[in-house]
T-cell receptor, first 119, second 112 residues
Framework: DTGVSQDPRHKITKRGQNVTFRCDPI?????LYWYRQTLGQGPEFLTY????????KSRLLSDRFSAERPKGSFSTLEIQRTEQGDSAMYLC?????????????????FGEGSRLTVL | GQNIDQPTEMTATEGAIVQINCTYQ??????LFWYQQHAGEAPTFLSY????GLEEKGRFSSFLSRSKGYSYLLLKELQMKDSASYLC?????????????FGAGTRLAVHP
C-alpha cells in the first residue's frame, strides 16, 4: 500500500508565477479531493473528482485555480499568477465508494501535502 | 451552511485522560470523523460516528449526540506521542459522496 503521494512536497515561488501540484491517489480509490490548509486551521475543501469528472468546486477556488484528473487516476492542481495569499499546504485525499469493511465509513486518506510559499 | 467549533488548545499530563469536545451545525448530517494531525504531517483517521453513542478503539473513544450536534474524542493513558492537533470533521448530507468539512482543530500538548 503506497498511500496517497503528492509532488512536490515544497514549492517556493515568486508572486505572479504559475505552479502545478500532482497527486497520485490510492490505486483502487475512485474519489479524489483537494483541500487547502493554513497554519492553525483545519483543511478547507477545494474540489472533488469522481473518476475523471470534477463534480464540485468550492467558492474558494478562484478562476486562477484549475484541477484536472484526465484519466481518473492522478490529478493536478494548477495555480496561475500566484499571490501571497495562496501560501498554504495543499492536501490531496482519496476515498473509495466500496461499502464493505472499513471502507464503508468513507474515510479520506490524505497525502503528505504540498507546501506552497509565495514570496 | 456549516459551522464546527472545537477548543483551540488543550494541555494534559502523560498518563491522564483528556476529552476534546466538538459542536457542529450542518445542513444535513451523514457522519462525524476525528482525525489526528502531527505537525507537518498528513491528517490520519481516528474514528467515525454516524449513530448516537460511544465508539471505542483502544485508547481512543468517540461519542456522538446528533440531537445536540455534539461529539467528543476521549484519549486515555496519554502518551507524549499524542501531542498533535485533533480535527473534528462532519460529512454533510449532500451529493452522495464523502466531502468532509473540518473544524479548525484542537492542539493538544501532553507534558510529563
Amino acid at each position: 500500500d503506497t498511500g496517497v503521494s503528492q509532488d512536490p512536497r515544497h514549492k517556493i515561488t515568486k508572486r505572479g508565477q504559475n505552479v502545478t501540484f500532482r497527486c497520485d491517489p490510492i490505486s483502487e480509490h475512485n474519489r479524489l479531493y483537494w483541500y487547502r490548509q493554513t497554519l492553525g486551521q483545519g483543511p478547507e475543501f477545494l474540489t472533488y473528482f469522481q473518476n475523471e469528472a470534477q463534480l464540485e468546486k468550492s467558492r474558494l477556488l478562484s478562476d486562477r485555480f484549475s484541477a484536472e484528473r484526465p484519466k481518473g487516476s492522478f490529478s493536478t492542481l494548477e495555480i496561475q499568477r500566484t499571490e501571497q495569499g495562496d501560501s498554504a499546504m495543499y492536501l490531496c485525499a482519496s476515498s473509495s465508494h466500496n461499502t464493505s469493511g472499513r471502507a464503508r465509513t468513507g474515510e479520506l486518506f490524505f497525502g503528505e501535502g504540498s507546501r506552497l510559499t509565495v514570496l | 451552511g456549516q459551522n464546527i467549533d472545537q477548543p483551540t488548545e488543550m494541555t494534559a499530563t502523560e498518563g491522564a485522560i483528556v476529552q476534546i469536545n466538538c459542536t457542529y451545525q450542518t445542513s444535513g448530517f451523514n457522519g462525524l470523523f476525528w482525525y489526528q494531525q502531527h505537525a507537518g504531517e498528513a491528517p490520519t483517521f481516528l474514528s467515525y460516528n454516524v449513530l448516537d453513542g460511544l465508539e471505542e478503539k483502544g485508547r481512543f473513544s468517540s461519542f456522538l449526540s446528533r440531537s445536540k450536534g455534539y461529539s467528543y474524542l476521549l484519549l486515555k493513558e496519554l502518551q507524549m506521542k499524542d501531542s498533535a492537533s485533533y480535527l473534528c470533521a462532519v460529512r454533510p448530507l449532500s451529493g452522495g459522496y464523502n466531502k468532509l468539512i473540518f473544524g479548525a482543530g484542537t492542539r493538544l500538548a501532553v507534558h510529563p
